[in-house]
């Protein structure tokens, strides 16, 4: 892959284009990675991204749009979600320690978030202004060649 590559994607927010975001994200991150098993939990991660933006922020609303930023250097992958909607409460795009899931209590939602800090080594919300959120996830490459 070359120095920089950038891709911005504005996509409405209908559930049944994920798919194709999953498959854009899958192939180039992959290009990027070179590591499948990462690359499918980034695919996962962004997939969450997207999802929480159609489901919290517009609640969802398939009219409305979201826009995806892929930006990959040579050591750096950053991917951008950002939306419009209604902005995150701090308190949910926080890193928790999550206690082991009780199957008596666990409820639909909230591990997205998490997922997203598991996956990525940074990962960080910007409310916007005056509405939205952006979600700014990077990656590094470590010290092995790919």
Request: a negative charge.
């Amino acid at each position: 892959m070359e120095n920089n590559t950038d891709i911005t994607l504005h996509l409405r927010t209908d559930p049944g284009l994920l798919c194709s975001v999953r498959a854009l994200t899958s192939r180039y991150v992959g290009e990027w990675l070179h590591d499948d098993s990462k690359t499918k939990e980034i695919v996962l991660a962004i997939d969450e991204a997207c999802a929480n933006a159609i489901q919290h922020a517009y609640n969802n609303d398939p009219n409305q749009t979201i826009t995806l930023r892929f930006t990959a250097m040579e050591r750096t992958l950053e991917i951008q979600v950002e939306d419009r909607g209604h902005t995150a409460p701090t308190e949910k795009v926080q890193r928790k320690t999550p206690a082991p899931p009780d199957p008596e209590t666990l409820t639909p939602g909230g591990l997205g978030v998490q997922l997203i800090h598991q996956v990525f080594d940074e990962a960080d919300w910007c409310p916007g202004t005056p509405t939205g959120n952006c979600v700014r996830m990077r990656l590094y490459k470590k010290n092995q060649e790919s």
